[in-house]
């Protein structure tokens, strides 16, 4: 077992903050510390994903668990907002300026100007795909699923890709629907991108130089967030569509 005492965690409680946690259970090594905001929608969260058969998020790995297991200290903050003074006046008292970052909002400048950097993995390829509900265009557009991983800056989605893992689903219709999509595939791709990360870090310079072999077209000139449910019952059909029974069933990492 071995913890970075150079990087923390932020965690927004829910299926990516589950997700990500998996990865540092699995990979036996672990962040200096975790920083936990409050969700105010959790209870919900936990009972969707408990509800979800092949979730491939195991729920084992909460934040007080991870803690004891770990030996690294906790911080349970009532705040559920990023921005929050009472982040940013913890983060400096712990004196690290690296986290993992799993959601709380949009991230403002007054952090950057004190020098914190946050780790974050967006859901689909950069700088080619951008915004938050971008997974779905990707798949509707060019039946692409990507994640990457970079550091926040200033201007949302812009900072220098770190690395870009793409993925691929065989799931029948009776598995995959909105809720499958959004509380599985999106925090399963993510958690599967930090991973490589992880591995490597903190000496990301040689994975930097990686590419993959696949890519993703933009979806538009414009970041996507705002997507009709029509369109998000599109990009399902057009996936489920492509299901092959004869092939194995899940959620896969191209290599």
């Keep these: 077992m071995s ?3 150079d990087i923390g ?34 209870n919900k969260s936990l ?17 007080e668990t991870l803690s004891k297991h770990a030996s690294i200290p906790l911080y349970s903050i009532n705040a559920s907002d990023i921005n ?36 974050h993995i967006h859901p689909g390829q950069l700088p080619e795909v951008r915004g938050s509900t971008c997974f779905y265009y990707s798949l509707l557009c060019d039946n692409t699923l990507a994640a990457t991983a970079f550091f926040l ?6 900072g220098e890709p770190i690395f870009c893992q793409h993925f691929h689903i065989n799931l029948p219709n009776e598995i995959l629907n909105a809720t499958y999509m959004d509380y ?4 399963w791709v993510r958690a599967q991108t ?14 930097k130089k990686t590419s993959s072999k696949h890519k993703s077209k933009a979806p538009s000139p414009r970041a996507c967030y705002v997507m009709h449910p029509l369109l998000r019952m599109m990009t399902i059909n057009k996936v489920t569509n492509r299901f092959d029974p004869l092939s194995p069933k899940g959620l896969f990492i191209n290599e």
């Excluded at 990516?16 to 200096?32: G, H, I, Q, T």
């Excluded at 003074?85 to 100007?113: C, M, N, Q, Y």
């Excluded at 800056?153 to 812009?158: G, H, K, L, N, Y």
């Design 84 to 119: 929050d003074d009472i982040v940013l006046a913890l983060i400096r008292e712990t004196g690290i300026k690296t986290w993992i970052f799993s959601g709380g909002g949009i991230v403002k400048p007054h952090f950057f100007k004190a020098g914190i950097r946050f780790l």
């Design 194 to 207: 930090l991973k490589r990360v992880w591995q490597s870090w903190p000496n990301i310079s040689d994975i």
């Design 9 to 42: 965690f932020i965690s927004m409680p829910g299926a990516r903050a589950l997700a990500y946690m998996d990865v540092f259970s699995e990979l036996n090594k672990f962040p200096s510390c975790i920083l936990k905001l409050s969700n105010p929608h959790l």
């Design 153 to 158: 800056t200033e201007e949302i989605d812009a």
């Design 47 to 63: 009972t969707t994903l408990k509800g979800i058969s092949q979730s491939y998020i195991s729920m084992k790995n909460d934040e």
């Design 3 to 5: 913890s970075n005492t």
């Design 184 to 187: 599985v595939i999106d925090p």
